[in-house]
């Protein structure tokens, strides 16, 4: 498996701010992708990070809102845009190092007032 | 595109029951389903998968089976435990060759084990 760690695990934000949350992965990765899970909900898939080009979004999330980097098959970084209040949800990443198995972060537990 | 739906939402058994999860999806090119359990704060950990070219996988206490005519799959549990309460996602993915492709997540399962 991969050891993988985001930061930070948590922050309360005001309305209409910015946050980049950072994923570090041990090794090197194919591909990274990002989730959000709002309380008690499963698991929504809101972009797949690609190294080297631009992430490919899912339907409902645009690149303005959830811009993502991927300068390496390390790392990978998710910014939540001009936060409203229905922004407030827990952000996961996840790695997949081989063939469709992917692993976890912690999560970043995101509220916004 | 890809839909799985899960039951049941919720699921409470007795200490040494059996537990059964059951996941149904759309996509007929999908090929490969895991299952994530995920305890109250933590991060969803995957317990065990299942690829198309395979009909069941047994890992101890844990089994899943893969039915690909009638596309569905599901996730058995024997002799439960308190530790094994916790939120259960299945999962579905159609990876092609060496590529790898999205995760389109069931909506969870509930599952509590009464001591």
């Known amino acids: 498996s991969a050891v993988i760690s985001q930061k930070p695990s948590r922050d309360i934000c005001q309305r209409g701010t910015s946050l980049t949350i950072q994923c570090q992965v041990d090794?090197?990765?194919?591909?990274m992708f990002w989730y959000r899970q709002q309380p008690g909900q499963s698991l929504t898939l809101i972009a797949t990070?690609?190294?080297?080009?631009?992430?490919?979004?899912e339907s409902g999330f645009v690149i303005d809102k959830f811009p993502i980097s991927r300068p390496n098959l390390t790392f990978s970084t998710l910014t939540v845009s001009n936060m409203s209040p229905e922004d407030s949800s827990i952000y996961l990443c996840?790695?997949?190092?081989?063939?469709?198995?992917?692993?976890f972060g912690p999560g970043t537990r995101l509220t916004v007032l | 595109g890809e839909n799985v739906e899960q039951h049941p939402s919720t699921l409470s058994v007795q200490e040494g029951d059996s537990a059964v999860i059951k996941c149904t999806y759309s996509?007929?090119?999908?090929?490969?389903f895991p299952w994530y359990k995920q305890e109250l704060g933590k991060r969803p950990q995957l317990i065990i998968d299942?690829?198309?070219?395979?009909g069941e996988k047994k890992d101890q206490r844990i089994a899943v089976t893969l039915n690909k005519t009638a596309k569905h799959f599901s996730l058995h549990i024997t002799e439960t435990q308190p530790e094994d309460s916790a939120v259960y996602f299945c999962?579905?993915?159609?990876?092609?060759?060496?590529?790898?492709?999205?995760?389109?997540f069931g909506s969870g399962t509930r599952l509590l084990v009464r001591p």
């Open positions: 996840s790695a997949e190092r081989s063939t469709d198995t992917q692993y």
């Open positions: 999962a579905a993915s159609s990876g092609i060759g060496d590529s790898s492709y999205k995760l389109i």
């Open positions: 299942i690829r198309s070219n395979v």
């Open positions: 090794s090197q990765v194919t591909m």
């Open positions: 990070a690609n190294q080297g080009s631009e992430a490919t979004y």
């Open positions: 996509d007929s090119a999908s090929n490969y």
